[in-house]
């Protein structure tokens, strides 16, 4: 069975995207079910940063959809807009088995925010979404 890493490089090639070095790595580096994607930022200092952009997450997607072993999700710190939720949106209503979704200090604003409450309202087995760190519950004082 191909690894992740193989996984994504081969979606890449089918969505016709570039290859991210730094998600092919925290892909190859992940262990237990836990894919670690955050970005510059993160208070992990020993952990070397990996950027995620919004045209990053249809390979990242199809490669994660059905996966069946990664519970624990981390896509904190990153620019991903209101596009990409979007595109997350689809993984959280595909992906059976992820229990946490870290999205701590995005880009993203209030129709992102929407765009995946309703994902998480049909995916009602994920345990916990962090979303906290955008401009949008900073704003509105959350």
Excluded: W
């Excluded at 896509?75 to 959280?92: E, F």
């Amino acid at each position: 069975m191909a690894t992740m890493e193989e996984q994504y490089r081969g979606a890449c090639t089918e969505t016709g995207s570039e290859v991210n070095e730094d998600i092919a790595r925290c892909l190859a580096e992940s262990t237990e079910g836990v894919v670690d994607l955050r970005g510059k930022g993160s208070l992990r200092p020993l952990l070397k940063p990996c950027r995620v952009t919004d045209q990053d997450l249809p390979a990242l997607v199809q490669v994660l959809g059905n996966n069946t072993s990664v519970t624990d999700l981390s896509l904190a710190y990153q620019p991903i807009t209101d596009a990409g939720c979007t595109t997350l949106a689809q993984l959280v209503e595909k992906n059976t088995t992820i229990q946490k979704l870290s999205l701590r200090s995005n880009s993203f604003g209030p129709a992102g925010a929407e765009q995946l409450a309703a994902a998480l309202q049909v995916r009602f087995l994920c345990c916990l979404a962090e979303i906290s760190g955008h401009l949008v519950f900073d704003a509105a004082g959350l």
